[in-house]
């Protein structure tokens, strides 16, 4: 492992266990970095997500940070030392692949002693079931791994991964080869032994539920750059961006003439997170909408459709020519054609203008839009 001379800044800040540092990558016939001056910190402990769509540089940043690439510029610092230069296998960094890479003819045991090697055959294969434990699957140790379900090869892989004790553990779309019904539970499941066992984590993955729902803080990626970091409840409940705002969940796009911390919108005055002047940009959530009856009141929306999902209601309203959407609990019941009063429930959300938002809503077209 490469060390610098001195001390990194980083290694002054206990709770940072690797910092990314204007971390940028150019592959030759990209028109553009695919990563660019990406910087951020994870802490002792931490899982931290890597969201974006596909083709934003989550899988490089991840392989820029094991060392399966070298960076054009930028460095990563790993508990105070310098690696970028260091070869994948000095790193101390831990990676669970997507198809988990367990070895077909090994046994689970055999799979997870293969990370100890080097040590006496003894302590290998106690080691080896120790981790078998901490995941749950002792019983499973003398399988070979096709005996296993996807869930069950994933906790193996984790295991192999643990074993090794590394620095932090790196997680590329852990839970892509599981079948939805299967996903929830895994989650939730990995989060707990990640948890349990006080490793940082960097999970790459492209569907926000996963990422609000398994990491301590996200970063939501956008053509190579972090365009918002945070806990899941911020960046869920005040995105800074349209993208954000829509990236995140179903969200309602509203122009509003903000003076302070109102603005006029077609939803009538709302309150606004921050205070705000001029033409904005705002986003409400579709829970964040409440509906009443509109009977006979001339500002009413009118429902276009309603979809039951079980827990609750999913509407969709149509407000003066403008589409909205809204979440409701499961009592709430209006009929589509019903005229319904809607009002925010939540401060609406002022959003940042960007270049890249130009169009509909951004560009003050007073035209409500929902994200579909
Ligand atoms: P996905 O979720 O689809 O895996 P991602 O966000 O992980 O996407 P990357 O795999 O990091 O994105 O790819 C980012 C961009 O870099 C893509 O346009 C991809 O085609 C390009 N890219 C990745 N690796 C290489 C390479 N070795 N050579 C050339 N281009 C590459």
């Known amino acids: 492992m490469r060390m610098t001379g001195m001390m990194s800044p980083e290694a002054l800040i206990p709770d940072v266990l690797l910092a990314v540092r204007e971390l940028s990558k150019r592959f030759a016939g990209t028109p553009g970095p695919v990563v660019d001056a990406l910087d951020f910190e994870v802490c002792r402990g931490e899982i931290f997500a890597l969201l974006g769509p596909s083709g934003c540089g989550k899988t490089t940043t991840l392989r820029l940070i094991a060392g399966f690439e070298r960076p054009d510029r930028g460095q990563v610092i790993l508990a105070g030392n310098d690696i970028t230069a260091a070869p994948p296998e000095r790193r101390g960094i831990g990676i669970v692949f997507q198809d988990y890479a367990l070895f077909p003819h090994l046994s689970v045991l055999d799979n997870v002693a293969f990370a100890l090697r080097g040590r006496p055959r003894k302590i290998r294969r106690q080691q ?128 509003g003439e903000a003076a302070g911390p109102v603005a006029t919108t077609v939803l009538g005055p709302v309150r606004l997170n921050e205070r705000a002047a001029g033409t904005v940009i705002l986003s409400l959530r579709p829970e964040h909408l409440n509906l009443a009856d509109g009977r006979g009141h001339p500002a009413a929306a009118t429902v276009l459709a309603r979809e039951f999902r079980g827990h609750d209601l999913f509407y969709r309203l149509d407000l003066s020519g403008q589409t909205l959407l809204a979440l409701t609990d499961y009592r709430v019941v209006f009929e589509p054609g019903d005229p319904v009063l809607v009002s925010p429930r939540e401060p609406a959300v002022v959003l940042r203008r960007l270049k890249e938002d130009a169009g509909g809503a951004a560009e003050g077209s007073h035209q409500a839009r929902a994200a579909e």
């Not at 140790?141 to 090794?164: C, D, F, I, M, Y």
């Not at 839970?175 to 006080?198: C, P, Y």
């Not at 926000?208 to 729902?213: D, N, T, V, W, Y």
Request: proline content about 4%; charged content about 20%; hydrophobic content about 45%.
């Open 128 to 255: 080896a079931l120790k981790w078998l434990e901490f995941v749950g699957l002792a019983d499973c140790a003398k399988r070979l791994p096709h005996a296993l379900s996807g869930g069950q090869q994933q906790r193996v892989a984790l295991a192999r991964t643990l074993a090794a004790e590394p620095g932090i553990v790196l997680l590329d779309e852990p839970f892509s080869n599981l079948d939805t019904a299967l996903r929830e539970a895994t989650r939730m499941e990995l989060r707990g032994l990640l948890k349990a066992a006080g490793t940082s984590a960097i999970l790459v993955t492209h569907d926000q539920s996963e990422a609000l729902s398994v990491a301590d803080r996200i970063a939501l990626m956008r053509h190579g750059s972090i365009e918002q970091i945070g806990t899941p409840e911020a960046v869920y409940r005040t995105p800074r961006t349209r993208f954000a705002a829509e990236f995140l969940g179903n969200t309602n796009l509203i122009t």
